[in-house]
């Protein structure tokens, strides 16, 4: 890893070497927080979690051949090298700013409220046509995740394209100071982490926090359908790039044909011309998304045919409305997370499904004081999908499907708990079902997809 010596990297945490010194100048071949993942020439970063503390494997680690280890404590006679530092988290942040630096290449930081992985993945797919490209991985987009995504990269990579989640003020200050973008995409300002950030207006303050650590003459791409976003002038002195579905933003989509859950097609226009797209996962937030990819692809040079592969060799990630066939179902996952924006987005595709069309929703976390009202919410549009079942799970939930039956909606189900669900599902859907199994990750909906899947 490049430059990150053991003094180097005690230096940039503001950390205190202790060890033998002819290791100081010795560079480390990885960094994880996870002992079961050592290599030899690692150094490893023990974090104090609710259920166990890092420092309890630094031993372990050692002995698996790690080059060395942060310590919060005083291990000064250990037999290996420490670098004693106050706060773990606090220097792997630091850490990667550091060696972000080093390498010295361009990053793409993408936000929102909705839509920030998959257009994660269509940026990344598009610009993979010209460049050697590493892109977050998971959900690994949180001060801690971000870091770890930063420590992926190598000097072969030729750009980064870097997803960043936030959930209260200042994380996004915390998260764009490591990342330091050359291009800031920003998908959408919605309903999300309402508890913390009160309404929209709170939303969008704390998603452009990531303006004030924009690199240079650096881009802005942000999607001008949003009235929040749109409402944007200049960052930096420099004015933003607008994509959407409205003509009068430089970069647009028109003729744009719904194939059902195979897909979307459309025409994507440029300032240097228009080509026609196939994008293969479908609904119309990856028209979005590859507007997005578009947008960037524009800005890295990339010319419209290389840009146009990228989007048509899109691949769903699981948990975000990935396709599953068996001999029984269609299976849609779109369960890794929730809130009302994405539960319309999903419903809305799944009304273009051939056959039986059965919703199964869970609670949506974090919405704060209007929690009840917008899951009502989404009730009342789900009636209005022509769905043949909607099935509720969740105390939350309640409300979405006394909404969905106050619209007029005659099968509904409501249920209090995912135990209860797994026990009911197998009466309620039928062979032939397309079915989308969607809330937020605490409500552990993969188990609703393996049991559809194993059936």
Same mark, same amino acid.
């Given at each position: 890893?490049?430059?990150?010596?053991?003094?180097?990297?005690?230096?940039?945490?503001?950390?205190?070497?202790?060890?033998?010194?002819?290791?100081?100048?010795?560079?480390?071949?990885?960094?994880?927080?996870?002992?079961?993942?050592?290599?030899?020439?690692?150094?490893?970063? /023990?974090?104090?979690?609710?259920?166990?503390?890092?420092?309890?494997?630094?031993?372990?680690?050692?002995?698996?051949?790690?080059?060395?280890?942060?310590?919060?404590?005083?291990?000064?006679?250990?037999?290996?090298?420490?670098?004693?530092?106050?706060?773990?988290?606090?220097?792997?942040?630091?850490?990667?700013?550091?060696?972000?630096?080093?390498?010295?290449? /361009?990053?793409?930081?993408?936000?929102?409220?909705?839509?920030?992985?998959?257009?994660?993945?269509?940026?990344?797919?598009?610009?993979?046509?010209?460049?050697?490209?590493?892109?977050?991985?998971?959900?690994?987009?949180?001060?801690?995740?971000?870091?770890?995504?930063?420590?992926?990269?190598?000097?072969?990579?030729?750009?980064?394209?870097?997803?960043?989640?936030?959930?209260?003020?200042?994380?996004?200050?915390?998260?764009?100071?490591?990342?330091?973008?050359?291009?800031?995409?920003?998908?959408?300002?919605?309903?999300?982490?309402?508890?913390?950030?009160?309404?929209?207006?709170?939303?969008?303050?704390?998603?452009?926090?990531?303006?004030?650590?924009?690199?240079?003459?650096?881009?802005?791409?942000?999607?001008?359908?949003?009235?929040?976003?749109?409402?944007?002038?200049?960052?930096?002195?420099?004015?933003?790039?607008?994509?959407?579905?409205?003509?009068?933003? /430089?970069?647009?989509?028109?003729?744009?044909?719904?194939?059902?859950?195979?897909?979307?097609?459309?025409?994507?226009?440029?300032?240097?011309?228009?080509?026609?797209?196939?994008?293969?996962?479908?609904?119309?937030?990856?028209?979005?998304?590859?507007?997005?990819?578009?947008?960037?692809?524009?800005?890295?040079?990339?010319?419209?045919?290389?840009?146009?592969?990228?989007?048509?060799?899109?691949?769903?990630?699981?948990?975000?409305?990935?396709?599953?066939?068996?001999?029984?179902?269609?299976?849609?996952?779109?369960?890794?997370?929730?809130?009302?924006?994405?539960?319309?987005?999903?419903?809305?595709?799944?009304?273009?499904?051939?056959?039986?069309?059965?919703?199964?929703?869970?609670?949506?976390?974090?919405?704060?004081?209007?929690?009840?009202?917008?899951?009502?919410?989404?009730?009342?549009?789900?009636?209005?999908?022509?769905?043949?079942?909607?099935?509720?799970?969740?105390?939350?939930?309640?409300?979405?499907?006394?909404?969905?039956?106050?619209?007029?909606?005659?099968?509904?189900?409501?249920?209090?708990?995912?135990?209860?669900?797994?026990?009911?599902?197998?009466?309620?859907?039928?062979?032939?079902?397309?079915?989308?199994?969607?809330?937020?990750?605490?409500?552990?909906?993969?188990?609703?997809?393996?049991?559809?899947?194993?059936?």
């Amino acid at each position: 890893m490049k430059n990150l010596t053991l003094e180097n990297i005690a230096a940039a945490c503001g950390g205190t070497y202790q060890g033998p010194e002819h290791l100081r100048q010795q560079c480390v071949s990885s960094i994880t927080t996870d002992s079961r993942k050592t290599e030899p020439g690692c150094l490893f970063v /023990p974090i104090v979690g609710s259920r166990a503390d890092g420092h309890d494997f630094i031993p372990q680690v050692m002995e698996a051949g790690a080059l060395a280890s942060l310590s919060e404590k005083d291990l000064k006679d250990a037999p290996y090298p420490v670098i004693r530092v106050q706060s773990s988290l606090q220097a792997v942040k630091d850490i990667a700013a550091y060696y972000l630096k080093q390498l010295d290449i /361009p990053v793409v930081g993408i936000t929102g409220s909705v839509g920030k992985t998959s257009t994660k993945e269509a940026i990344a797919s598009v610009l993979s046509q010209k460049y050697r490209v590493l892109k977050t991985q998971g959900n690994f987009n949180n001060e801690l995740g971000l870091p770890l995504t930063v420590f992926r990269l190598r000097q072969e990579d030729e750009i980064a394209v870097l997803e960043m989640g936030i959930s209260d003020f200042g994380e996004m200050h915390r998260l764009a100071s490591i990342a330091r973008p050359d291009i800031c995409v920003i998908t959408n300002i919605g309903c999300c982490h309402l508890e913390n950030l009160g309404d929209r207006d709170g939303v969008f303050r704390a998603k452009t926090e990531i303006f004030d650590h924009l690199k240079g003459q650096g881009t802005v791409i942000l999607n001008g359908d949003d009235d929040k976003l749109a409402a944007v002038k200049q960052v930096q002195g420099k004015p933003p790039v607008f994509f959407g579905l409205e003509e009068k933003h /430089p970069i647009h989509a028109g003729r744009i044909e719904s194939r059902g859950l195979k897909g979307t097609a459309c025409t994507i226009c440029t300032p240097v011309g228009d080509f026609d797209v196939i994008i293969p996962i479908p609904g119309q937030h990856m028209v979005y998304n590859a507007l997005a990819g578009t947008a960037v692809g524009l800005a890295f040079g990339l010319d419209l045919d290389q840009i146009r592969r990228g989007i048509e060799s899109l691949q769903p990630v699981n948990g975000r409305f990935h396709m599953i066939e068996t001999d029984q179902y269609t299976i849609v996952d779109d369960c890794y997370n929730a809130n009302p924006m994405s539960m319309k987005a999903s419903l809305q595709i799944l009304r273009d499904a051939l056959g039986r069309k059965v919703a199964v929703l869970g609670d949506m976390g974090e919405l704060g004081i209007r929690e009840d009202a917008l899951h009502a919410e989404v009730g009342t549009f789900a009636a209005s999908c022509g769905l043949d079942l909607l099935i509720c799970t969740g105390p939350h939930c309640a409300y979405m499907a006394q909404a969905a039956r106050k619209a007029g909606m005659e099968q509904v189900v409501h249920l209090e708990s995912l135990e209860e669900l797994l026990n009911r599902l197998p009466g309620l859907v039928k062979e032939g079902d397309t079915i989308l199994v969607k809330a937020s990750h605490y409500m552990h909906f993969e188990k609703v997809v393996d049991a559809l899947q194993n059936s």
